[in-house]
């Protein structure tokens, strides 16, 4: 009986082998290694970026603060004065946060003995009890250039004395005055330290979206400039499949000479074959005629010399035949592969088989997937397969099953089945040696499998022998499968 080819099952036909576009991003990906450079650089760039921002505005605001700082005691210096008695008066001022308690923002008028030490003369209601002071090296610096304004930050009454300040300080000499005066403003930095930190993380947030979007657009910009050559690497892959013969896609200026380079190769490979193949061809019509004349001469002598010469010669045409085989497998497995429908010669194999063992009844039951290609040259997988369905029809009962599915990506397994005896442990691995025959009332040479295993270890496959359920010798072959 001949079974059709089965339909391919949705989960087997979606078993690729890595001939897909979507980049890699491994530790060795080009695409991995452009981004992550961008990457870095973009961090690097948008972080001294942030910092940067964040200084000129905390200058910018800390410019302002002072400018109203020094504006006030330039004010309490133009309005000062000093009464008959040399007492200092304090001008009139508007700021209503200056008359509350602690509010923040505080003035002084104090003169500066020679003792060191500032004696306050009129200060802000803000300030209560409390007074300004100024650092040693500040006073050192105003006494250094009088007239000009110092700038300085210290703590306040507030908050337990721990209210930041922002002060500026004028010293100035005043008619009618022995001492010089020191004018002082002052007022709470907080909510300047309040919006350098908002202003901080709101910039940061702004270049962490700006970060995520450059970073996303250098990987769009590096997959889609690289596309030409993900599309290089399916048609690379496709050659190999055996789709293909050449490369014939249009690639970027950069890509051009490597595709060219790629084909010259393909060619090259392909030139090299077609030589093995002439010299295999030649060198076995070359050892073919001298091995018949010898046989025909032996077989027209009946002595016993004629008897050992036919049976050497013989097996030195089996010999021949046999590595001129496998030579011609190995030259083809290093070509650009080419497909052979598995359903079309096993259909041919099963036909044939049954027609010659047709007296003794064999049935030949063959299912393969539709589409199931073997990726290597029709003859050598009509010779692998032929020798298995041939061993197996030659000591079956009645019954051979063969099976070809895909297996893993890239391989497809054929196996072949038999309800004969079988063979033990040991028998399989003898009968893998060329030449050995565990019948020897059996016509052959003995080459059968020992040629299918050569065969696939050529094309990189394996051959593996056990027990079937049918009762006989169950074969599995592994052998590289072409792509769809």
């Known amino acids: 009986m001949l079974n059709k080819p089965l ?5 087997r036909s979606s078993d690729r082998q890595g001939t897909g576009a979507r980049p890699d991003f491994g530790r060795r990906s080009l695409v991995g290694r452009l981004v992550a450079l961008a990457a870095v650089w973009s961090i690097l760039l948008l972080v001294g970026m942030g910092v940067a921002l964040t200084l000129l505005f905390d200058h910018a605001a800390l410019s302002r603060f002072d400018t109203d700082l020094a504006d006030l005691a330039n ?3 133009a309005g000062a004065g000093v009464e008959a008695d040399g007492a200092v008066t304090a001008p009139s001022l508007t700021d209503e946060r200056a008359t509350r308690a602690y509010s923040g923002k505080y003035w002084q008028i104090a003169d500066y003995p020679a003792d060191g030490r500032l004696h306050a003369l009129a200060r802000s209601r803000s300030l209560w009890d409390q007074v300004l002071n100024a ?7 105003l006494q250094a250039a009088p007239g000009t304004t110092a700038y300085y930050n210290t703590v306040g009454p507030a908050q337990d004395g721990h209210e930041p300040l922002r002060a500026a300080a004028l010293l100035a000499f005043l008619p009618g005055h022995a001492a010089p005066v020191v004018f002082m403003a002052a007022e709470n930095r907080a909510p300047l330290n309040r919006d350098v930190r908002r202003f901080a993380w709101t910039t ?4 962490v979206l700006l970060g995520v979007g450059l970073v996303g657009a250098v990987v769009v910009q590096v997959v889609v400039g690289l596309t030409p050559l993900f599309a290089m690497r399916r048609e690379v892959a496709g050659v190999r499949q055996g789709k293909a ?4 896609g249009a690639y970027p200026r950069e890509l051009a000479p490597l595709a060219s380079e790629l084909n010259a190769l393909l060619d090259h490979n392909q030139e090299v074959v077609e030589r093995q193949r002439t010299h295999v061809g030649n060198l076995a019509h070359a050892l073919k005629t001298p091995i018949s004349v010898m046989l025909a001469e032996a077989d027209r002598d009946p002595s016993p010399l004629a008897a050992v010469v036919d049976r050497q010669a013989e097996t ?4 021949v035949e046999h590595h001129l085989r496998r030579a011609r497998a190995a030259a083809r497995s290093q070509g650009s592969g080419e497909r052979t429908p598995v359903a079309e010669v096993l259909d041919e194999l099963a036909r044939t088989l049954q027609r010659i063992f047709q007296a003794r009844g064999v049935d030949v039951d063959w299912e393969a997937e539709e589409g ?3 990726l290597g040259e029709r003859q050598d997988l009509q010779e692998i397969a032929g020798n298995l369905l041939e061993n197996a029809c030659r000591f079956c009962r009645g019954r051979v099953r063969v099976n ?5 990506p890239g391989r497809l397994q054929l196996t072949v089945e038999d309800d004969g005896p079988g063979l033990d442990e040991a028998q399989s691995a003898e009968v893998l040696k060329r030449g050995a025959r565990l019948d020897e009332s059996a016509p052959g040479s003995g080459l059968g499998l020992s040629i299918v295993d050569e065969l696939a270890r050529a094309y990189g496959g394996s051959l593996t022998l056990s027990r079937s359920s049918l009762g006989g010798l169950r074969v599995d072959l592994d052998l590289p499968r072409a792509e769809a």
Not at 135 to 141: C, D, I, S, Y
């Open 7 to 11: 339909a391919a099952s949705s989960s």
């Open 75 to 77: 004010g309490l210096y």
């Open 135 to 141: 650092p040693h090296k500040v006073m050192v610096q």
């Open 204 to 207: 940061a947030a702004a270049l």
């Open 245 to 248: 013969q050449r490369l014939a």
């Open 316 to 319: 030195m045409r089996r010999q």
């Open 372 to 374: 199931l290609a073997f």
């Open 404 to 408: 070809a599915e895909p297996a893993a």
